[in-house]
C-alpha cells in the first residue's frame, strides 16, 4: 500500500463516507487481506482559528505486519490535505500552539519516543526532549513559551539480598525478577517498569526538562499508560490527577485532583473523596475547572459526571445531572460559558456543548474509531466553535469530520479508504429493537447483512457479543464483523443488559450477576432475527471476545442450538481471573462482593466451569500468548474441561498477541480465517 497515495475528494467518496449507497458497480466482498489496506483518522486536533485540522493516519504495512501512524493536515474547508510526516513510523499527540505557528507531536523516528516541534511556515521539525520514557500527552502553555508532558521516571528494580557476580568472559542467564506491586504485569505493557509517573515542563525551544511533581506516587498517569493534566491560563500550575492516597494499587479507581506550582513543586489538592477524579480542564479566564468523575460505590457501572468547580476548589458541582450517561474529555468554549464533552447514547457517541446552568444541546454525532463498532473516537474545539471529529458510520471506517457553530451538518474532510471501498461491497447494516424473554426489556441490536443479501433466501447466522462487559456497540463500522458477513453470515451484534449508553439503572443489571440474565437477552435477539425469515434455524453460530468470550461459553451451557462456537479469550473461572490478571483489583473491588474466599457461591455460580459440563457445541477457543487481561491460563482451563469431556474442541495460542489479538495485521486476520474455517466445518446445507 502507498501511504501517500492521493486521495479523491469525489462525491463518490463523500457519499461513502457519510453512508450514503455508492454510485458505482457492486464490487467484492471484503477479505481478510484487506485489513493491511485499511486506514484510519484518530486523534483531530482543530487550530485556534478554526481553519486546519490535524490529524493521526493510521496504517499498516503488509511487508513488515505492522501498525503505523503518521501526522497529516487538512484545512477545514477540505481543501489542501497533505502528510506533515511520514514513514514506518509511530506518530501521534498533534497539538497546536496558541498561535497556531507550530505544531507538536509524538514521534519514535530516532528510538525512543519524543516530543518534537514543527514550524508551520517553514516545515522545519526538531526535538524538544530527551527523554529516557515515552513523553505522553504533551500540552503547550498557554503563552506558547512551555510545553508540558507525563513521563516515567524510573527506579532500580527490587533485589532481595546480594546476588553473585558472574566470572568475566562468563554468559549467565537473565536474573529472577523481584516484585513487590500488585499489578506487576498490564495487558499491552507486559512488564509493568519500576517508576512512578511524573509531570515535567521542558521550553518550547528544546533543552532540559523539569521535573514538577515528586514523591513515590502516580501523577497525571500510570506506568501503564494514558494520562491527562491542563495548564492554568498564567502558565503558573499544573492541573492533573494524582494517586496519593493509601493503597493507590488495590484502590484503582481512586484518585484526586491537585494544582502543582510550575516553579516551586507545590501542590495544592482540590478534591478529596474516594473515586475517580480526572480529565481536568482550565476555564480560559482561570476561574474554575472542569473534570469528569464519581463517588465511588463500587458498583460494577457508574456514570462518569461532569464536575465544575472554582480554582481553589471550593463550591463543587455537578452539571451532568440531567443527563444518564457517562461523559468524558471535557474541553472549554473559548468564552468560558459553556463545556463541550463526549459522551454515548444508545450506541452513538456523540459531542454536547453543556452550559453552565447544566442544560446541554449535541453538536456531533456518529464518532467512532473507525475499526469495531464498540464506542471511541476523539474530537477538539477551537476558539471560534469549529468542532472537529472522528466520523463512524456502519459502512465507512471512521474519517476527519468539522461542524461549526450553529451548522446544520457536518462537513466530512477525508475519504481515506474510497479507492478500497469503490471496489468492494460491504453489507448492509440494520438496526434493531427487539424484548427480552427475561422481562420485557427493550434491547438494541444491529443486523449485518452479507453483500448481495436476498431476502428470499435463508442464511447461517452469527451472534458476536460484545466484551467490557461494561461497554456498549453500535452503529459504527466493525472490520471483523463485516468480513464475518463477506463469507455469507448474517451477524447480529446486540447491546445486553449490563451494555452502556441506556442509563446507569440498566448498566448495572449485572452488578455482582455477570453472566447471567444476559443469556436471555442475546438469547431473544437469535430469535428476533430468525423471525425475520432469512435465517436458517439449523445453521447458527456463536462467537465475541473477552467479555464476549465470557458470554460465549455462557450461552452453550444450557442449550445446543448453536452448530459451533468460538470463544476469543474469555474469562473462565472467576476465582482463578480474579487472582492472576492484571485488573484483579477492579474484579474484586466492583464486580464480586469480595474476595472469593469469602463469596465462594457467588463466584462458582459465575463461572463457565459451572456450566461446563452440559456443554456439547464444537468449541474453539483462541487466545493471545501475552494476554494479561483475560490470561492465557483461562482459556486451558476450558479447553482442557472440554477435552476431558470428550466434546469437539481445539485451542489456538497466538504469539506475542496481547488483549484483542490486533498487535500484528497477519494475527487479526487469522482471527477471521479461524473463525471461518471453524464455522465452515459444521455447517450444514441450507434447508
Known sequence: MSLHRSLRASAAALALVLGATPLAAQGK???????????????????????????????????????????????????????????????????????????????????????????????????VTNSRTTPVSPAWSADGAQIGFL???????????????????????????????????????????????????????????????????????????????????????????????????????????????????????????FGPDGQPAVSPDGQLIAWSGFDDRKQGYQNTLLYLMNRDGSNKRVLS??????????VWSADGKSVYV???DRGNTKVARFALDGSHKVVASNLGGGTSAYSGGSYSASRTGVVAYTMSTPKVPSEIAVVAEGSAAPRVLTAMNDALL????????????????????????????????????????????????????????????????????????????????????????IHHAYPGDDYYDLNSGVDAVIAKGYIDDKNLFVTGGSGGGVLTAWMIG??????????????????????????????????FPGFPWDHPENYAKRSLLSVVKNVKTPTLIMTGEEDYRTPMSESEQYYKALKMRGV???????????????KRPSHEAAKITTLAGWFDKYRAPVQ
Do not use: C
Open 558 to 591: 444450557p442449550t445446543d442450538r448453536f452448530r459451533a462456537a468460538l470463544a476469543f479469550y474469555p474469562v473462565i473461572n472467576w476465582e482463578s481471573f480474579s487472582l492472576t490478571a492484571d485488573m484483579a483489583p477492579s474484579s474484586v473491588n466492583n464486580w
Open 321 to 330: 445531572t440531567k443527563l444518564d450517561n457517562s461523559v468524558g474529555n471535557p
Open 29 to 127: 466482498p471484503l477479505s481478510p487481506a484487506d485489513l493491511f489496506q485499511l486506514s484510519y483518522a484518530a486523534d483531530p486536533q482543530v487550530s485556534a482559528d478554526g481553519q486546519w485540522v490535524a490529524y493521526v493516519r493510521q496504517w499498516s504495512d503488509p511487508s513488515t505486519d505492522r501498525r503505523y501512524s503518521n501526522i497529516w493536515l487538512v484545512k477545514a474547508d477540505g481543501s489542501g490535505q497533505r502528510p506533515l510526516t511520514g514513514g514506518h513510523f509511530t506518530e501521534t499527540s498533534p497539538r497546536w500552539s496558541p498561535d497556531g505557528s507550530r505544531l507538536l507531536y509524538v514521534s519514535n523516528r530516532a528510538g525512543t519516543p519524543q516530543v518534537y516541534v514543527r514550524f508551520m511556515a517553514t516545515g522545519e521539525s526538531f526535538p
Open 648 to 662: 469437539e474442541s481445539v485451542l489456538v495460542r497466538v504469539p506475542e498477541e496481547s488483549h484483542g489479538i490486533r
Open 422 to 509: 469503490a471496489d468492494r461491497t460491504v453489507g448492509d447494516v440494520e438496526e434493531i429493537w427487539y424484548e427480552s424473554s427475561k422481562d420485557k426489556r427493550k434491547i438494541q441490536g444491529w443486523i449485518i447483512k452479507p453483500p448481495g443479501f436476498d431476502a428470499r433466501k435463508k442464511y447461517p447466522m452469527i451472534l458476536e457479543i460484545h466484551g467490557g462487559p461494561f461497554a456498549n456497540y453500535g452503529d459504527r463500522f466493525d472490520e471483523e464483523k463485516q468480513l464475518m458477513a463477506a463469507n455469507g453470515f448474517v451477524v447480529l451484534y446486540t447491546n445486553p443488559r449490563g451494555s452502556t449508553s441506556y442509563g446507569e439503572e440498566f448498566g448495572n443489571l
Open 151 to 273: 513521563a516515567l521516571v524510573p527506579q532500580p528494580a527490587l533485589v532481595i539480598g546480594t546476588p553473585i557476580t558472574p566470572p568475566p568472559g562468563a554468559t549467565w542467564a537473565a536474573p529472577p525478577k523481584y516484585t513487590e506491586s500488585l499489578v506487576f504485569r498490564f495487558d499491552g505493557v507486559g512488564e509493568v517498569p519500576t517508576g512512578f509517573v511524573h509531570a515535567f515542563v521542558v521550553p518550547a525551544t528544546g533543552g532540559a526538562a523539569r521535573q514538577v511533581t515528586s514523591g513515590d506516587f502516580n501523577h497525571g498517569g500510570t506506568p501503564y499508560g494514558g494520562g491527562s493534566f491542563a495548564w492554568t491560563p498564567d502558565g503558573s500550575e499544573l492541573v492533573l490527577p494524582a494517586r496519593r492516597g493509601e493503597r493507590p494499587e488495590w484502590n484503582s479507581r481512586e484518585s484526586d485532583l491537585f494544582a502543582v506550582n510550575v516553579r516551586t513543586g507545590t501542590m495544592r489538592r482540590l478534591t478529596d473523596r
Open 342 to 344: 463526549q459522551f454515548d
